[in-house]
């Protein structure tokens, strides 16, 4: 069994900084790839950015050059560091973690919301 805990998330003014976090722990397991996803109110669940364990990363072109992605393999953990906050990047916040075999997990979500 997987867990993933996230935290992090809260409320952030616009133009402000917040870091999330996402810890894996259970089942012993390789991981390949570790990301954040979004969904924003009455949305789809969205892309936000994704790192291999390569080092490889991808985000949405929404959030290019505002956040940055980074994981520490050791402890298991992502993170997501996000800058230049604005009300559109209001949503619940998803970690995902894709194991080398297997489905990928989702965190319970963390709700961040920009707001003065």
């Known amino acids: 069994q997987v867990q993933l805990v996230e935290s992090g998330g809260g409320l952030g003014q616009p133009g402000g900084s917040l870091r999330l976090s996402c810890a894996a722990s259970g089942s012993t397991f390789s991981i390949s790839a570790m990301g954040w996803y979004r969904q924003l109110p009455g949305k789809q669940r969205e892309l936000v950015a994704t790192?291999?364990?390569?080092?490889?990363?991808n985000y949405a072109d929404s959030v290019k050059g505002r956040f940055t992605i980074s994981r520490d393999n050791a402890k298991r953990t992502v993170y997501l560091q996000m800058n230049s906050l604005t009300p559109g990047d209001t949503a619940v916040y998803f970690c995902n973690v894709q194991p080398v075999f297997g489905r990928a997990y989702w965190g319970q979500g963390t709700q961040v919301t920009v707001s003065s």
């Open positions: 790192m291999t364990s390569g080092g490889n990363t």
